[in-house]
């Protein structure tokens, strides 16, 4: 089922989502959900904060990726009650989107590699070192589950230029090819 996802200025997307716990009901249909809405909606990652549910689930799909970056090939996750360990001290800055922010793409500087320790759909526990694009997705929907959006990485100076843009964002003034629900202001 295709789901609609929120837009930015939502306080669904401002919450820190909670643990999913073990045996949680509609596990299974909720990641099947997440998946279709992802696909549909053309993106590379969902986070369940995006679809309105407070939950520590992303899903990533990173494989159309793998001609720049070969280590995406497969990179097909879903990630539930993650958290990341570890940061290198070095950073990267690489152009970001989200589907929950249409329209607008920045600059965003994050880690080049992380430590991730999560739990896969299948209840088994995992852990992993990602760098180069993995680790900008992970990062990226790591920080849906925390209520952050990437805007909020971005300069006071940035973020000004772009507030007659997100205030239009959050306004409904654009088009998407997906089902979305607006901040109500
Ligand atoms: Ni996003």
Aim: hydrophobic share 40%; with cysteine.
């Amino acid at each position: 089922m295709l789901l609609p996802i929120y837009i930015y200025g939502h306080p669904a997307l401002r919450q820190p989502a909670v643990d999913v716990a073990p045996g949680h009901e509609g596990l299974a249909q909720l990641l099947q959900d997440m998946w279709d809405t992802m696909y549909q909606a053309d993106g590379i990652g969902l986070a369940a904060p995006q679809i309105g549910k407070n939950l520590r689930i992303f899903v990533i799909d990173g494989s159309s990726f793998a001609e720049n970056d070969p280590a995406c090939e497969g990179f097909k996750r879903v990630f539930i009650n993650a958290r990341i360990t570890e940061r290198s001290p070095d950073r990267v800055t690489m152009n970001e989107g989200c589907l929950s922010v249409p329209g607008i793409h920045e600059e965003v500087s994050r880690p080049e590699r992380v430590t991730i320790a999560y739990k896969d759909e299948n209840g088994e526990d995992r852990v992993e070192i990602l760098d180069g694009m993995r680790a900008r997705i992970v990062q990226h929907e790591y920080d849906h589950i925390e209520g952050i959006t990437f805007i909020d990485h971005l300069s006071p100076l940035k973020k000004r230029l772009l507030k007659s843009k997100l205030a239009a964002l959050t306004a409904g003034k654009f088009h998407k090819n997906y089902r979305v629900v607006l901040p109500e202001n």
